[in-house]
């Protein structure tokens, strides 16, 4: 897989805060070829090590983020209308007509707000308990929905010319493999152990910066949203 198809694949994947797993699997997949030890917390950070060549015994750990901002389904009406609160911070004026997927079944669905010609003129902001999504259901049970399933942004991976991509979650996820996989980091001789980090649950609550502290290593860089 090259480089731009593995930024894709990363890009397109589901991780809304809370549920990383699908993201997890696909950079422990890139990675394992490359370090000499993977391990997954209790919390779900993955910690790589590439052992270095030098006597020092001097660490370096490189971290990034991978989860992304989303919803969190709240409630469903009997309409089948999916209430939902946001994960993260997001810019409530983009979303109305933002296409989603809901719950471990990805269900396709686009995010509805007040008909244009209802709101046309008021200049009204947009309020998170004014969306819904619409899954194309006609009643509850029709949606496959439950309270507490994530919702995440359909993933719009693109080219621009030779050396431009576009995409979500690139702001980390794309440092996650740069930073651990053969093709960038690894590819030196590191004279200092290095340990990759890629950490869940930053873009809702910084518990995953926790892996940071506690592999108290003896320098680092991290990559993400602040």
């Known amino acids: 897989m090259t480089l731009?198809?593995?930024?894709?694949?990363?890009?397109?994947?589901?991780?809304?805060?809370?549920?990383?797993?699908?993201?997890?699997?696909?950079?422990?997949?890139?990675?394992?070829?490359?370090?000499?030890?993977?391990?997954?917390?209790?919390?779900?950070?993955?910690?790589?090590?590439?052992?270095?060549?030098?006597?020092?015994?001097?660490?370096?750990?490189?971290?990034?983020?991978?989860?992304?901002?989303?919803?969190?389904?709240?409630?469903?009406?009997?309409?089948?209308?999916?209430?939902?609160?946001p994960v993260g911070p997001l810019d409530l004026r983009v979303l109305p007509t933002k296409r989603v997927l809901v719950g471990a079944s990805k269900t396709p669905g686009v995010i509805l707000w007040v008909p244009i010609h209802r709101s046309f003129g008021q200049n009204n902001l947009v309020e998170v308990d004014h969306l819904s999504i619409d899954v194309g259901a006609d009643d509850k049970a029709g949606t496959g929905a439950k309270p507490g399933d994530r919702v995440a942004f359909v993933g719009d991976?693109?080219?621009?010319?030779?050396?431009?991509?576009?995409?979500?979650?690139?702001?980390?996820?794309?440092c996650s493999v740069d930073r651990a996989s053969e093709r960038r980091s690894v590819l030196v001789r590191f004279v200092r152990s290095v340990h990759g980090a890629t950490r869940h649950r930053r873009t809702r609550c910084a518990r995953g910066g926790a892996t940071n502290q506690a592999a108290a290593r003896d320098c680092a860089a991290r990559r993400g949203l602040q």
Not at 11 to 24: P, T
Not at 47 to 64: D, E, H, P
Not at 164 to 173: I, Q
């Open 4 to 85: 731009r198809e593995q930024l894709k694949t990363l890009s397109n994947a589901v991780g809304v805060s809370g549920g990383e797993q699908d993201v997890r699997k696909l950079i422990i997949d890139a990675i394992k070829p490359h370090v000499e030890q993977i391990t997954v917390d209790a919390m779900g950070n993955v910690t790589a090590l590439r052992k270095g060549t030098g006597a020092s015994s001097a660490r370096v750990m490189l971290a990034a983020h991978m989860d992304e901002p989303g919803f969190m389904v709240t409630e469903i009406g009997d309409n089948g209308l999916i209430s939902v609160n």
């Open 157 to 174: 991976f693109a080219e621009f010319g030779r050396n431009l991509v576009r995409g979500k979650a690139l702001d980390s996820r794309a």
